[in-house]
């Protein structure tokens, strides 16, 4: 079976809904792609961290993102790479990219909660 092509690149900015257990809705929520093409190629996932409002409470971790315009958000808001899910790539609808001072700022911060050493 041919491989599918990827629709998504790392550090691009997505919207995905957010399913709530108690809700039928799922409203959209931003998300930063953080896998690469080959990932959704071969399985139709990507691997997302959250994108919440910089006016919820910052915990560890968290990277401001300071360029809304390029993100494709409309509010200040922060990359919070310590909640990070698997998803369909097909229920993400593209906004922007994340700039990339941010980027490394959020894979230091990727680095710092993953077991990447063996």
């Known amino acids: 079976m041919p491989k599918a092509m990827p629709r998504f690149e790392a550090w691009e900015t997505v919207s995905v809904p957010f399913p ?3 809700r039928d809705l ?3 929520r931003p998300a ?3 896998s690469l093409p080959d990932l ?3 399985t139709g996932q990507i691997w997302v961290v959250m994108i919440t409002s910089a006016e919820n409470r910052k915990r560890a971790g968290d990277v401001v993102i300071a360029d809304l315009t ?3 958000l409309p509010i200040a808001s922060l990359c919070r790479p310590s ?3 698997t998803i369909d790539a ?3 609808r593209p906004l922007g990219h994340l700039a990339k001072a941010e980027r490394r700022a959020v894979l230091k911060s990727l680095r710092g909660f993953l077991a990447l050493k063996t």
């Open 20 to 22: 709530y257990t108690d």
């Open 26 to 28: 799922a409203p959209r």
């Open 32 to 34: 930063l792609v953080i």
């Open 40 to 42: 959704e190629a071969q």
């Open 70 to 72: 390029a993100a494709g």
């Open 83 to 85: 909640k990070i899910a």
């Open 90 to 92: 097909a229920m993400a």
